[in-house]
């Protein structure tokens, strides 16, 4: 299912946070430039590489942490974690472009999976949260609340054919309380409660 593959992509972006740790240049790791209080470069002994902003030996403001699999984190930065806007892109060729808050997907944001389907709304903690929409290739589209990567609450689910449900969700299912409408003048609209 598309939301449990959402999950496991940001836990392993999620992951990225625990082994950023610059300690200055006063080693080899700081490979070009000041590592310290300046702009450098900064190798970790699993080849990932910091270019950019540091302060107290630290990354902070703008810069780039690209890993050998091929992950690349491109954007703000505050004491050694992704803070602020950024792009953050997968090796199957997902990404995120938003906001980040300690090191997770928080705020406003757009995540576009390697099928070509977006989510494009609220982030809180690395999960889908707060309004947002959530369109696949083949015109299926949900629009409305989402509650730890799930639709939770009012929103309106479209179907390819042009049939809909609206009306309220829970831990990412229709419930009873909504209203279904289809396109074909031979079905009527039901009501669902």
């Known amino acids: 299912m598309l939301f449990l593959k959402s999950v496991a992509t940001l836990f392993v972006f999620l992951t990225m946070a625990l082994f950023i740790t610059i300690n200055g240049c006063g080693d080899d790791n700081c490979t070009k430039g000041d590592c310290e209080n300046g702009e450098g470069t900064y190798t970790y002994p699993s080849g990932s590489i910091y270019e950019g902003n540091f302060r107290d030996g630290k990354a902070n403001g703008k810069g780039s942490l690209t890993f050998p699999d091929g ?7 505050k004491d050694d974690k992704p ?6 892109t997968f090796p199957d060729g997902s990404r995120y472009k938003g906001e980040f808050k300690e090191g997770n997907f928080d705020g406003q944001g757009t995540y576009t999976f390697t099928d070509g389907s977006t989510y494009e709304g609220g982030f809180k903690e690395g999960k889908f949260d707060g309004q947002g929409t959530l369109s696949f290739p083949g015109g299926e589209k949900y629009v409305g609340e989402w509650k730890d990567d799930k639709p939770y609450g009012q929103g309106t689910y479209t179907l390819p ?12 299912l229709a419930t009873e309380k909504g209203t279904w409408t289809f396109p074909d003048d031979n079905k009527k609209n039901r009501k669902v409660n």
């Open 83 to 88: 803070s602020g806007k950024a792009t953050y």
């Open 161 to 172: 054919d042009g049939s809909t449900y609206e009306g309220e969700f829970e831990h990412g």
């Open 71 to 77: 992950r690349k984190y491109t954007g703000e930065w």
